[in-house]
């Protein structure tokens, strides 16, 4: 999907940080490969920033993926590949991007929506996760079947239940393998302070139904795509909008995710995060556009960073990243 013209006009992002003494963003040396392997899906989330949904046909070739994994093979100083989507373990290069990453030493981050490995044919991929020892950050955004089902669709709640039990019981979250949950608001709000509401999950999921997981990352909504859409037909964009720029926290700013991290898309073109990348807004300040025109990712470093409104999204009261609150 192209740029809106609300992602790249409206409340201007860099005029904020220069009235705060802060510099354009521009990219240390990247820790981070993110790859987006496509918009397919099992589920159609409200608030998707992807559009994922099962009907997708979008998705990374295997001539991509070698790529990216030459890439990364190629790029010392990247410690981790980060694997999203869509749902990006029904992408027929999944394992493969998995295993020829961990061999290569590198940590391997699965953002994994949890109802996918009860579908038919995916019987294979808990053992597929613990025997290459991934890190898993899965959604479930809310410790009610009510508030999760009216996010994620109707009985999403007690299969990402049955879904955890599974991973528990495959040593995730048990101190053996990571497990990371992932909350994001339900409606046009912040999200609540991360450590509170990590108290509040771990209790109210082990009392309820003995799972235990490892962090709690509070995300915020991004204005794009679905969640845009939904913010437009309830008529609060430009409310949303206003509380995104109201609580700019110039304390989030060393630590913007787009900071330290390069994402590619499923086709292998460039982007500075998953956001721009949906949103089609290219690398800032590199002639660089797709993974072919590139070896070593450290090529990036001190690149400026494209930003536009929706970058008040990431900067908003504790901040927000692929890792949770910043501030
Ligand atoms: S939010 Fe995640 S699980 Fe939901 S449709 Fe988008 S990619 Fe799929
Ligand atoms: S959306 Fe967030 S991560 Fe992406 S460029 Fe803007 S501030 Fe950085």
Same mark, same amino acid.
């Given at each position: 999907? #192209?740029?809106?013209?609300?992602?790249?006009?409206?409340?201007?992002?860099?005029?904020?940080?220069?009235?705060?003494?802060?510099? #354009?963003?521009?990219?240390?040396?990247? #820790?981070?490969?993110?790859?987006?392997?496509?918009?397919?899906? *099992?589920?159609?989330?409200?608030?998707?920033?992807?559009?994922?949904?099962?009907?997708?046909?979008?998705?990374? /070739?295997?001539?991509?993926?070698?790529?990216?994994?030459?890439?990364?093979?190629?790029?010392?100083?990247?410690?981790?590949?980060?694997?999203?989507?869509?749902?990006?373990?029904? *992408?027929?290069?999944?394992?493969?991007?998995?295993?020829?990453?961990?061999?290569?030493?590198?940590?391997?981050?699965?953002?994994?929506?949890?109802?996918?490995?009860?579908?038919?044919?995916?019987?294979?991929?808990?053992? !597929?996760?613990?025997?290459?020892?991934?890190?898993?950050?899965?959604?479930?955004?809310?410790?009610?079947?009510?508030?999760?089902?009216?996010?994620?669709?109707?009985?999403?709640?007690?299969?990402?239940?049955?879904?955890?039990?599974?991973?528990?019981?495959?040593? !995730?979250?048990?101190?053996?393998?990571?497990?990371?949950?992932?909350?994001?608001?339900?409606?046009?709000?912040?999200?609540?302070?991360?450590?509170?509401?990590?108290?509040?999950?771990?209790?109210?999921?082990?009392? *309820?139904?003995?799972?235990? !997981?490892?962090?709690?990352?509070?995300?915020?909504?991004?204005?794009?795509?679905? !969640?845009?859409?939904?913010?437009?037909?309830?008529?609060?964009?430009?409310?949303?909008?206003?509380?995104?720029? *109201?609580?700019?926290?110039?304390?989030?700013?060393?630590?913007?995710?787009?900071?330290?991290?390069?994402?590619?898309?499923?086709?292998?073109?460039?982007?500075?995060?998953?956001?721009?990348?949906?949103?089609?807004?290219?690398?800032?300040?590199?002639?660089?556009?797709?993974?072919?025109?590139?070896?070593?990712?450290?090529?990036?470093?001190?690149?400026?960073?494209? /930003?536009?409104?929706?970058?008040?999204?990431? /900067?908003?009261?504790?901040?927000?990243?692929?890792?949770?609150?910043?501030?």
């Amino acid at each position: 999907m #192209a740029a809106t013209p609300e992602s790249l006009s409206g409340p201007h992002f860099e005029a904020t940080l220069a009235r705060h003494g802060i510099r #354009a963003l521009s990219r240390k040396s990247p #820790a981070t490969i993110q790859v987006n392997v496509g918009k397919l899906c *099992n589920q159609a989330c409200h608030h998707c920033h992807v559009d994922a949904g099962p009907r997708r046909t979008e998705r990374m /070739t295997r001539a991509t993926a070698a790529r990216v994994l030459d890439v990364l093979a190629a790029s010392p100083r990247v410690e981790t590949l980060d694997i999203t989507g869509g749902a990006p373990e029904l *992408n027929e290069n999944f394992a493969m991007l998995v295993e020829r990453a961990r061999s290569l030493g590198r940590t391997v981050i699965v953002r994994c929506n949890l109802t996918v490995t009860l579908e038919p044919g995916m019987e294979w991929l808990l053992e !597929f996760y613990r025997r290459a020892g991934v890190e898993l950050v899965c959604s479930l955004p809310c410790y009610t079947a009510e508030n999760t089902d009216r996010q994620r669709g109707a009985g999403v709640f007690d299969k990402s239940i049955a879904a955890l039990k599974h991973l528990n019981a495959a040593g !995730f979250g048990r101190g053996e393998l990571r497990l990371d949950l992932v909350y994001n608001p339900i409606g046009a709000a912040l999200p609540p302070p991360q450590a509170e509401l990590e108290a509040q999950y771990r209790d109210e999921l082990a009392r *309820n139904f003995g799972i235990v !997981f490892d962090r709690l990352l509070t995300i915020t909504n991004m204005p794009i795509a679905r !969640f845009a859409n939904q913010l437009r037909s309830a008529g609060n964009h430009s409310a949303y909008m206003s509380l995104l720029v *109201n609580h700019f926290n110039p304390a989030t700013v060393e630590a913007l995710m787009c900071r330290d991290l390069v994402s590619v898309g499923w086709d292998g073109r460039l982007y500075d995060c998953d956001f721009n990348q949906m949103l089609e807004i290219p690398l800032g300040g590199s002639a660089v556009s797709t993974i072919w025109d590139i070896d070593d990712v450290g090529e990036l470093v001190g690149a400026r960073i494209a /930003t536009a409104s929706h970058c008040f999204g990431c /900067t908003a009261g504790a901040g927000s990243s692929c890792g949770g609150a910043i501030a």
